[in-house]
């Protein structure tokens, strides 16, 4: 009797490794139910545009934070490039097509991540820290300082954007077609993602992410890696700043500030990083929570979320997916191909 | 002539500024250069204490000198609790773990003191004799600042004699520098942490203290000025006293200048100037390298 012949894609671990990419059964619905919302919340969709963007914003966070394991406070460095880039065009009437500014917007912000990701990531731990929150911070100052071009602190508003496909206007007051134009850039963006972290580039990061050294040793440009991905996540931030310059038809200062860099860290953290998904959880919770508790009692908010972070912090440092993903291995029992 | 003592007043100006930077920064800085913790709750502790001052002084009429000293020790106490419960926890957790930490410490902060006392900016009543100008022989400047930089000179004088001349300051510095070897030794790690902690919080409840007349005194103080904490003692070197003097001088004297005579965009040159230092010695102006 002979052995029967096992395959390297008998092994239960390369068998999961195999599959891992595959596209999962409830992996729709997070989209059906973003489609379902347009037609059942109607008077929300100015809320619900605000919520996608945060999402594409995480993601790109997610990037650079959940898979590389960069530590930056200047996230919103590149969402600021993005949003001025689209704001001086609109004004300036240069260009207000809104696809073509967004992949502007995307360029601009990619250039900033390029050139600041080429110096600051030769550093890492606190002198990493420092600089991606000095880089943020010069970036903002230099926006008040020009204000010919930017508005200064004021910012510009009513910015014309010219119509998606020259049809579907934007209408600040009924956002319909902003949350269909923001549902399906973020629908692209996170299939670029998706598909960036599951190939051998992804597999990569997460090795640096796990063990720098290890890398080098086996001979990953563990640089050049960590520079690409901080160059990809500033053009995913930079379409969503881009993007909420559209939808919004206004850039402000905020957009660059420490507020917005570390409430996006805040979201991505409280979701859980390095998953994807992370981004929608986190940014759904935060959302719903600060669009109800924020405005009635600001104070109150601001302990439950400081509490909320020390918690996150001290005892579920992979946040509500973490403990979902904690409690179904508890309940299901193991199998043996996962 | 005139522009003589242009340039003494800015100098003056300048070092008094710096003077409370450094009493701010130095604990921050001796805290990360110890167990490599991103404390951005320092900030918070500077502005805890800075209120318990002012309302020590003004519920209870306490003077100034008291007052401080009351806020230093309420201040270091309080730090001292929160280190042993909370902070120990996350010495080996990783760089995010203790950032979202302490941003979720200093948002509580901020809450409470304006639940509890109000988000309105809270006055800091200076005693007589420290205000007014004084006669310096060149030229006529403002008492407090003077004061400040002869209190600044006392207290760098104090730490440096402190770390550099007893048992405990060798131990921080052994420490600082190599810490394994330092347990090795039989240096109790995890207590000499959290008095170096406690007395780091002290300070900066001082500094809170003492800076409230020219930096304000309101919930925000906590994040405000947390950049520029975070740049005196990333510039001064992590763990080195004199460091951190040498660069929160630099700093103060700088963004005085800049910001007399180039109101627009003196602080961009200050972040510009951190990037291109740290990126030039990552380690900071004044500080070694460490493993």
């Known amino acids: 009797m002979t052995p029967p012949v096992v395959g390297w894609t008998d092994h239960p671990a390369a068998v999961a490794l195999a599959a891992r990419h595959r596209l999962r059964a409830w992996e729709p619905i997070p989209w059906v139910l973003a489609l379902a919302f347009y037609f059942a919340f109607p008077k929300y969709l100015g809320f619900g545009t605000e919520l996608l963007i945060t999402i594409l914003f995480a993601l790109s966070l997610d990037l650079v934070l959940g898979y590389a394991g960069i530590v930056t406070l200047g996230q919103a460095a590149f969402f600021g490039a993005g949003a001025y880039t689209v704001g001086i065009l609109a004004k300036r009437g240069i260009w207000n097509e809104p696809i073509t500014g967004l992949i502007l917007a995307a360029a601009v912000a990619a250039a900033v991540g390029l050139g600041s990701g080429l110096v600051l990531l030769r550093t890492g731990g606190l002198t990493l820290l420092m600089l991606t929150l000095c880089t943020m911070a010069l970036l903002e100052e230099a926006a008040n300082l020009a204000h010919d ?9 009513s910015l014309a954007i010219a119509p998606v496909f020259g049809v579907f206007e934007f209408n600040p007051l009924y956002p319909k077609t902003q949350y269909l134009y923001v549902l399906a850039v973020l629908l692209v963006c996170f299939a670029f993602v998706r598909t960036l972290v599951y190939s051998p580039f992804g597999q990569s990061l997460r090795g640096i992410r796990e063990n720098t050294l290890r890398m080098h040793a086996v001979g990953a440009p563990v640089r050049r890696r960590l520079v690409l991905s901080y160059t990809l996540s500033a053009a995913i931030a930079g379409v969503a700043g881009g993007i909420w310059a559209q939808a919004n038809a206004y850039v402000n200062l905020g957009t660059l500030g420490l507020d917005r ?47 909320l972070l020390v918690v996150i912090a001290l005892f579920a440092s992979n946040g509500i997916l973490g403990i979902a993903e904690a409690a179904a291995r508890r309940l299901r029992p193991p199998r043996a191909a996962s | 002539m005139i522009f003589g003592v242009d340039v003494a007043s800015m100098v003056l100006g300048g070092v008094a ?41 003004k519920q209870w009429g306490l003077g100034f000198g008291p007052a401080l000293l009351f806020g230093f020790v309420v201040t270091a106490a309080g730090s001292a609790v929160l280190e042993r419960l909370l902070y120990s926890r996350l010495y080996r957790a990783p760089e995010l773990d203790q950032v979202l930490f302490t941003i979720g ?30 006669n310096l022989g060149i030229t006529q400047y403002r008492t407090y600042s003077v004061a400040l930089i002869a209190v600044g000179i006392l207290i760098v004088s104090g730490l440096w004699l402190v770390f550099e001349r007893t048992r405990t300051g060798a131990q921080i510095r052994a420490a600082v520098d190599n810490r394994r070897m330092a347990e090795s030794l039989g240096i109790n790690i995890g207590r000499l942490f959290t008095l170096t902690f406690a007395f780091g919080s002290g300070m900066a409840a001082l500094g809170g203290g003492l800076g409230a007349e020219f930096l304000g005194l309101d919930p925000q103080y906590a994040l ?41 965009g003196g602080t961009a040159f200050i972040y510009a100037l951190t990037i291109l230092l740290l990126l030039w010695r990552p380690q900071g102006l004044f500080g070694t390298k460490t493993t």
Not at chain 2, 110 to 115: D, F, G, Q, R, Y
């Open chain 2, 105 to 134: 410490l200093v948002f509580m902060m901020i809450a409470s003191v304006t639940v509890l006392v109000g988000p309105e900016n809270q006055p800091l009543m200076l005693p007589p004799f420290l205000r007014g100008q004084i």
């Open chain 2, 224 to 264: 405000k000025y947390l950049v520029y904490f975070l740049i005196v003692v990333a510039v001064g070197g992590l763990g080195r006293v004199t460091g951190v003097f040498y660069a929160a001088l630099l700093i103060g004297v700088l963004d005085f200048a800049l910001k007399k005579y180039v109101p627009q």
């Open chain 1, 261 to 307: 860099a570390a409430t996006v860290l805040i979201i991505l953290v409280l979701g859980g990083h390095g998953r994807l998904y992370g981004a929608f959880v986190g940014a759904i919770a935060y959302m719903v929570l600060s669009h109800f508790l924020s405005k009635i009692y600001p104070t109150a908010w601001q302990l439950g979320l400081g509490l």
């Open chain 1, 149 to 157: 071009y930017t508005g200064g602190f004021d910012g510009l508003d």
């Open chain 2, 17 to 57: 500024a710096g003077m409370v930077l450094f009493i701010v920064s130095v604990g921050l800085s001796v805290t990360m250069g110890l167990m490599g913790f991103v404390n951005l709750a320092h900030g918070g502790f500077a502005m805890l204490g800075g209120y318990a001052i002012a309302l020590a002084m």
